[in-house]
């Protein structure tokens, strides 16, 4: 009599978790199906559309997991969106920047070939048209080193240099320019060794930049300062104008290779703040716009110091 209702009890329970089991597995198959049917609309749709459950359903953890992919893939999407119309204005800007100056050049040699000017007249326009023929040559130099840098075409040889040293080597270099501009320099560059990494070429070239972007667009102010100190940690270096400042509504985009100013657009836009910014950031250092007035303009390099 024991083993019988022992005998129909296990049974009972057998069947009951039998029961219990193939509703799970219902109910389970119903939600992946939702789950499907769901997932072949969001395939066909151009738009997101996140995916909903009840809380508690065994497919709340999928759903999760699948909204996670969703939110990565329209992140995703939206980047590869704006690095596409980036690139369409890029190509926009490049193609005004060749163009304005090889139409002028075109037209002053036009000039002089159907006999429009004669005499003195007739070299200055050989002379204009030879100056934006190296404008133009230093606009397709910066485009192919801005290309070089993206594909990480450029081998960085990154060594241990004495800043001082270095600064002064730059210093010495622009300082015939400087006085062919009657420019007024002052250079304050730190006289005790103080040590970075960074590969020198590079260093050179971002300091070049910043010179140029001085002497094209604040060359009213007729001034140019260069300074270094150590800030914790850190060297800072600073290259400072006194031309006037740059626009407001300019100078949260100057780094930025797709924005050019007007004014910039007038006198050799170019992309040397871009590839100052970019070789800056990939050497470990920061670039920024320290101070912006009427009365002075500061750009500031921060790099590591090391022993």
Known sequence: MIYDVLYILCAGILLLSFLILMFKYIRLRREIRELEHKMEYLITDSSIHYLYTKE???????????????????????ALSREQTARKQLISNISHDLKTPLAGIIGYLEAIENNLVKGEEQSEYLGIALHKSYDLKQRISELFELVRIDADEIQFQIEKVEIGELLRLIAIEFSPRLEEESFEYDFNILEQPHYMKVD?????????????????????????GISSNIVNDTIVIDIIDHGGGIAKKDSKYIFDRLYQADEARSNHGGLGLAITYELVNRMGGSISLYENTKEKTVFRLIFPKVL
């Open 200 to 224: 020198v070429k590079a260093f050179i070239r971002m300091i070049q930049n910043l010179v140029d972007n001085v002497l094209e667009h604040a060359n009213c102010g007729k001034y140019l």
């Open 56 to 78: 508690g359903r065994d497919t709340e953890t999928l759903t999760y997991q699948i909204n996670q992919l969703l939110n990565r893939y329209q992140n995703e999407k939206i």
